[in-house]
């Protein structure tokens, strides 16, 4: 059974995946391919792109998507996952899950009959990353280049860092002390790079994007953080990606963010909403890229 839990599990897929979805967005794949299929999308966080672009996605290969939130389901009312797993498996062709705990999708994968995707946990934003190389490529050509990664060194960050490795792209990734990216994911993606990419991890945001092609930041109080919202404000402050901060990287370097933005936070109006930014066409990407994972794991 083929899951998306990791951006490890579409390791040999990456550049099928990517040319994928760059046919569904040039409207190249016709027809209903996912016609009578059905996928459970169940949200534990809040969410705007992930359940747009995996509804309407679902929708247009032909499918039915149904929306679940924890609330609506007895997992909110302490069923085992397990046991929500296997039910929802003998209803559907395919589970989507954005969750809290990285762990529980994984147990929810291990009980399930069906492919489950992770539609962001702690640990990893598989889904996030697909579009985000989808775009680079876009206006890149190619991932001989440089990505910086500026701010928390969060699930998104850690994707990055897998999906870099696995494309041969150096990524460099600055955060404060204390909230660099995780270990684990680290050693995985130096394992898979090898020699073909540099990964670094630094406290300073200016030897981070000296160069860089592709600047990305993140908000710097997820979902799940906000008891800590003080002490992160203070401590990432001097990590806002400004016009500054975006002057020592190449001139014609591309600004993303995998949205929401808090402006005048983690990024400053002029540098989102400039010329530079791709933010938007990052975030159309997102369906496109959600559209080629549904039709490689359910078709």
């Not at 200016?206 to 109080?221: I, L, Q, R, S």
């Not at 995998?258 to 400053?268: H, I, V, W, Y």
């Amino acid at each position: 059974m083929r899951h998306l839990l990791s951006v490890c599990d579409m390791k040999d897929k990456v550049e099928y995946l990517l040319d994928l979805a760059d046919k569904f967005k040039n409207g190249l794949i016709k027809g209903k391919p996912l016609k009578d299929k059905y996928m459970a999308m169940v949200f534990e966080k809040a969410s705007t792109r992930t359940r747009v672009s995996f509804e309407v996605g679902m929708s247009q290969l032909g499918g039915t998507p149904l929306y679940l939130s924890a609330q609506d389901l007895q997992l909110g009312r302490g069923e085992p996952i397990a046991d929500t797993a296997r039910t929802l498996s003998r209803y559907v062709d395919a589970i989507m899950i954005r969750a809290f705990r990285h762990k529980d999708v994984i147990e929810l994968a291990e009980n399930s009959s069906v492919p489950v995707i992770n539609g962001l946990t702690d640990l990893e934003h598989p889904c996030q990353t697909l579009a985000d190389m989808q775009t680079i490529r876009e206006y890149k050509g190619d991932f001989n280049r440089k990505l910086a990664f500026i701010g928390d060194g969060n699930n998104v960050c850690n994707s990055l860092i897998l999906i870099s490795a696995i494309l041969g792209m150096d990524i460099y990734v600055a955060s404060p002390k204390g909230y660099e990216p995780n270990k684990e994911i680290i050693k995985k993606a130096e394992k898979i790079a090898r020699d073909q990419s540099v990964i670094k991890i630094t406290n300073d945001p200016y030897e981070a994007v000296k160069g860089a092609d592709v600047v990305y930041t993140d908000v710097w109080v997820s979902m799940g953080h906000e008891n800590e919202a003080q002490e992160r404000l203070k401590a990432f402050r001097p990590y806002q990606v400004n016009k500054d901060l975006m002057d020592h990287a190449k001139a014609d370097a591309i600004f993303m963010h995998c949205l929401p933005a808090k402006r005048g936070q983690e990024t400053t109006t002029d540098v989102i909403d400039g010329p530079n930014s791709v933010v938007w066409d990052q975030a159309e990407n997102r369906l496109h890229a959600q559209k080629a994972i549904m039709y490689w794991l359910i078709k």
